[in-house]
């Protein structure tokens, strides 16, 4: 079992940043893709990114290409989406994943998910 936690979160004024964090723990992630996903109510879960634990290799969403960047810290177990030129559209939840091997961009295809956290953007 893997248990991951999000924060990072919150208010932010459009064309600004914000950083959120996935915090891992319960398995050792070497062999795991953790991913980020995004869902607007009523919508299915959207790919964002998601990142290889072993390489550091990140794949993006084509919403989000050029935007926001996807990383990990070993030593704290954690993946971090960074968040940069937001936009309106981006105001959803965000959600942090994680499955073993392949890196896949289908929601229902990743195993293990954080509880969410919102993303508020003010115009």
């Known amino acids: 079992q893997v248990q991951l936690v999000e924060s990072g979160g919150g208010l932010v004024q459009a064309g600004g940043s914000l950083s959120l964090s996935c915090a891992a723990s319960g398995r050792s992630l070497g062999t795991y893709v953790m991913g980020w996903f995004r869902q607007a109510p009523g919508n299915e879960r959207e790919f964002v990114g998601a990142?290889?634990?072993?390489?550091?290799?990140?794949y993006y969403g084509d919403a989000v290409k050029g935007r926001f960047t996807i990383s990990r810290e070993n030593a704290k177990n954690t993946v971090y989406l960074q968040m940069n030129s937001l936009k309106r559209e981006d105001a959803v939840v965000y959600y942090c994943?994680?499955?073993?091997?392949?890196?896949?961009?289908?929601?229902?295809?990743?195993?293990?998910w954080g509880q969410g956290t919102q993303v508020t953007v003010s115009s």
């Open positions: 990142i290889y634990w072993s390489t550091g290799r990140a």
């Open positions: 994943a994680a499955r073993r091997i392949a890196l896949y961009y289908r929601s229902t295809d990743y195993d293990y």
